[in-house]
């Protein structure tokens, strides 16, 4: 099976009807027409996050989305 990049998981995450943070990230991220979507890698994706995520409420969302990521793809 070959890995998925964090915004192909991220995806699986998706609910509208969530109030989960991570999930709500998600609903975001689908709409972010420049999101990283082929990236695996956690800087790459922080750094984009840290300059262009002002949907994002708090970076440890990403913290928590990515620890999730890892989880899954181990």
């Known amino acids: 099976m070959h890995r998925l990049s ?5 995806m699986t995450e998706r609910d509208p009807n969530s ?3 991570v999930a709500q990230f ?4 689908f709409y972010d027409q420049s999101f ?3 990236s ?5 994706l922080s750094q984009y996050l840290e300059l262009n995520g002002s949907y ?3 970076m440890t969302v ?3 989305a990515w ?3 890892l989880e899954k793809m181990n």
């Open 6 to 10: 964090f915004y192909q998981y991220l």
């Open 56 to 58: 994002l409420p708090s």
């Open 67 to 69: 620890e999730l990521y």
């Open 26 to 29: 998600a609903n975001n991220a």
């Open 19 to 21: 109030h989960k943070e």
């Open 40 to 44: 695996q890698i956690y800087d790459e």
């Open 36 to 38: 990283p979507k082929q």
């Open 62 to 64: 990403f913290d928590e």
